[in-house]
């Protein structure tokens, strides 16, 4: 049985093969990073060098932690002492080297690294399933798992094997060897964080771009230090965000509600994942047909690159933000609020869940649980097809004197894109679809033959229930609203999916509004889901202004906008004709902010752009805290 000095001695050689291990694994993260120069060169060397050492450096005091016990205080687990010494050590490292893992296919797949958003996906029920995640990817994960411990287990068991040869040292020897490298990556670091706060300060882009693709970097700017050292240092105007206040103050102004005498019935229909290229005459040609019909936006943008923002922002009509707030404080919308004051009967309807994103705790928090409807299925387009029947169930056994609303969320052109056979329109397609096993690289294309299917497969469902509307005659006193929850990348501009990038194939979605007595007509400028509630309120007899209770205006009157706010988990951006700033949110975002034309092309000048439009960024830092309590509202 080895000594407690000899067990020491390995798991330093341990803790050694296991840093370089750690080290090739977070490589993988630069692998994006052009090196312009030596000054970049460095700080990436620096911080992967002494960053894959603080990766590691819980699981090593963890284990030094263990093993100081068993030598000096659990002296009654003699026996088994080699056994826990070593099986902390390694599950230790194995759980670092787990989540590096978990963190680079993240980054690898979305752009950005395990968040507030990924941990929500993970603990909130739904979540997961929402991912399209499948048994196969399941099992290849915990297949990885156990080869992952196999193989530290064998290579604690080589390296035992050569201490065994290799002729005896002094127990103080690994010590120095390894203190003087310990003091190595302490420097290192110190001279990474130099070399970052130095290059904030001097606005070197090449280095604050290549910070953010180290997970967890934590960076450290010196301006006010250069201030207060006397160094000259160019004032960059910024857009400060007061966070301090969250108690809600919404609507900002008790609502004036006149109840329509003939109450106009609402369906509202929203897809997941729907892009604005996809309403297209060949690939959804019902849909297409129908939004000849009604009032079509061809430059609408969604309010957020995910669904939680998506879906909040077109029945708020409020910035993103501000879902935490309504979260927190259990607050549904004033357009739930009126439409069930007036007595409609709800028919809520969803591929998904409720509960993730928390719909059920924030859109129909007041909605009777009964009228809330969740049934999923391992293949998307099955869902749908059985949610639009029930919908079109609850619809037929209504009762025809009371309003109703009838609200489906679609789940086919989602990740994994799900179609039963008689919708392909494109093939090949890529049809064992893996998140362990596809290659963005070589699949891209097949990809997105998979998601244009499944948009066909949408257009089906959709035309359900524009055959029943119209065979029962509903269209004449309903409104219909079809749109998305936001866009779908797919490489365009190096990102797939969404979530992960303020690029307009993410955000841009199509939006079709039919009101009973309203023509055909289509919209180019500008549009937002922040439009559609401040749309639809004075529909059901609200008569205060669009500003008491949004930050939209009605798509039918006067008002244009001269830009939009889409937001993700922790950043908003700011969308105009021309340009797009995003801007991190709080300090504790991981990902920092970029300046483009619309169109993401990158500028010459970033910060002219910031200079001429100071004023549009305070107002929109100003909405966000417009319907916040205190003297802050």
Known sequence: MLQADQRSHLLHHYYFVSYLFIVALSSGFIEGITLHDLRTVFFVAATLLSSSFFYLLPAIILSKSVHFLLASRWT????????????????????????????????????????????????????????????????????????????????????????????????????????????????????????????????????????????????????????????????????????????????????????????????????????????????????????????????????????????????????????????????????????????????????????????????????????????????????????????????????????????????????????????????PYLEDFNYATMSLDDDIELIRNRYINSCHHLDSQFARVFAYLEQNDLLENTVVVVTGDHGEEFMEKGRWGHNSAFHEEQIRVPLVIRLPGKGAGETDRMTSHLDIAPTLLPLLGVKNASGDYAQGFDLLGPERRDFTIISDWSRVCYVDEKYKEVIPLTASSMMRGDTSARDDKPLADPDLFRQNHLDFLQQMMKGLGKFKGGPAS
């Open 76 to 427: 009654r687990m003699k026996r088994w002492a080699p056994v826990v010494d070593f099986g902390v050590a390694i599950g230790a490292v194995v759980a670092v080297e787990l989540l590096l893992f978990a963190d680079r296919s993240v980054f690898s797949l979305f752009g950005f690294h395990i968040n507030g958003f990924v941990v929500n996906l993970v603990i909130t029920p739904g979540g997961l399933e929402s991912m399209g995640t499948g048994g196969s990817a399941v099992v290849v994960g915990f297949m990885g798992f156990i080869a992952l411990v196999a193989v530290q287990l064998l290579l604690l068991w080589l390296l035992h094997k050569l201490m065994a040869r290799t002729k005896p040292r002094p127990s103080f020897w690994p010590r120095k060897i390894y203190s003087y490298g310990l003091l190595v990556l302490v420097l290192l670091a110190a001279s990474e964080k130099a070399t970052y706060g130095m290059s904030h300060l001097q606005g070197f882009k090449e280095v604050l771009v290549a910070a953010d693709v180290f997970p967890f970097y934590q960076p450290l700017t010196i301006r006010s230090l250069a201030k207060k050292l006397g160094f000259a240092v160019k004032r960059r105007e910024r857009v400060a965000i007061d966070n301090t206040i969250s108690s809600l103050s919404y609507p900002s102004q008790p609502l004036e509600v006149t109840v329509p005498a003939k109450p106009l019935n609402i369906v509202w229909l929203v897809a997941e994942s729907w892009r604005a290229d996809m309403l297209d005459p060949e690939i959804m040609p019902v849909t297409w047909k129908f939004a000849q019909q009604g009032q079509r936006f061809t430059n609408h943008y969604s309010g957020g690159n995910g669904t939680r923002m998506g879906v909040f922002s077109m029945f708020y009509g409020v910035y993103g933000p501000y879902w935490f707030s309504f979260l927190a404080e259990r607050r549904p919308p004033v357009i739930m609020d009126v439409i069930q004051d007036q007595g409609y009967q709800l028919g809520l309807y969803t591929s998904a869940k409720f509960s993730y994103p928390e719909f059920d705790k924030t859109i129909f928090a007041k909605v009777p649980q009964a009228a809330l409807h969740s049934h999923q299925e391992s293949l998307g387009w099955r869902a749908d097809r059985y949610n639009v029947g029930e919908m079109l169930n609850f619809i037929e056994e209504r009762d025809p004197a009371r309003p109703f609303m009838a609200f489906m969320f679609f789940e086919s052109p989602h990740a994994s894109y799900y179609f039963p056979e008689e919708s392909v329109i494109r093939q």
